[in-house]
């Protein structure tokens, strides 16, 4: 692998793309305004969170072997460890768009440090980018364009905290973008929904849960080909409920047909479904039923 950039610090992104380090942990980039050239295959180590909204079809992101959905007027969200790479669009000469690099120190302990794990679209990749409009751009550059002020003034007791609040702003306001995105892609989520039914049922059509076990979320994620927290975000947003307690209902409503199966023990009903102990799965069953595997036999 070839030109492997790694971007441990702020200062690494800025230095890559000739701009001053105004301040350590963080920094915005208008990609109008600098001059910076990268070969045509260029792969990146983030160290840091990154943010970008592209505006020009300037190429493509890929994670893995994996492309981004990420088009003008989108934004993708890159959080430490993950490695980039940026295949260039040759036809484009002029970069256009935006940046908002930080560091993991920035957020230490802050409100943002504690709950940036809930931003799960930091953790998103395929098919997964944002889709703004011109009105949640204009609010996207509005929070950029505060951060920028407060970077480019001394630092002071009041920097950090104002940055951070200006960041997580931007990044509250990216969750209500991504909620308007999973309604006005309702026909493709449908689509994946309907999918995720019918993997869910053949799995136990197969040997797969005397294989693998009880299927996983990170399992039907893969087979969707989204990343888990995103497949998990559309299948709370389409059924009220997580993309884990979805499996278990789907297991536990075969489990009441195989339970009342008096060929087999209760035991062997659990192995079959994929459950290591069968007193795990007497517990998940009365659980949900109310009743024990045995008990619900006796009643039906």
């Not at 079809?57 to 088009?71: A, P, S, V």
């Not at 339970?259 to 949900?288: C, I, N």
Request: glycine letters at 4%; one cysteine or more.
């Amino acid at each position: 692998m070839k030109n492997i950039y790694r971007i441990e610090k702020v200062a690494d992104y800025n230095k890559i793309n000739g701009v001053e380090t105004l301040h350590p942990l963080v920094s915005i980039i208008d990609f109008s305004k600098v001059d910076s050239e990268f070969s045509e295959h260029t792969h990146f180590y983030y160290g840091v969170y990154a943010v970008f909204l592209k505006e020009v079809n300037c190429g493509e992101l890929r994670y893995g072997r994996n492309k981004y959905d990420y088009e003008e007027g989108s934004l993708v969200f890159i959080s430490p460890g993950q490695l980039l790479e940026l295949i260039r669009n040759p036809e484009v000469t002029t970069r256009k768009g935006w940046a908002l690099i930080f560091h993991p120190d920035l957020i230490h302990g802050t409100s943002l440090g504690r709950h940036i794990s809930e931003y799960t679209f930091f953790s998103y990749d395929i098919n997964e980018a944002l889709h703004i409009s011109e009105r949640e751009r204009r609010m996207v550059l509005e929070c950029f364009d505060k951060i920028s002020y407060e970077i480019a003034q001394p630092i002071d007791k009041h920097s950090k905290k104002l940055i951070v609040n200006n960041i997580q702003l931007f990044l509250d306001y990216c969750i209500r973008f991504y909620d308007r995105q999973f309604i006005t892609r309702e026909h493709l989520n449908q689509g994946s929904i309907e999918q995720f039914d019918r993997e869910l049922n053949n799995y136990f059509e197969t040997e797969k849960p005397q294989t693998i076990g009880l299927p996983s979320v990170s399992y039907f994620a893969e087979a969707l080909h989204l990343s888990a927290n995103y497949f998990g975000d559309l299948v709370k947003k389409e059924t009220g409920k997580s993309a884990l307690e979805y499996i278990h209902l789907k297991v536990m409503n075969i489990a009441k047909d195989r339970v009342l199966d008096e060929t087999k023990s209760v035991s062997e009903v659990a192995y079959e479904l994929g459950f290591k102990y069968p007193q795990h799965f007497t517990r998940m069953f009365k659980k949900s039923v109310g009743v024990s595997p045995s008990e619900y036999r006796s009643m039906n």
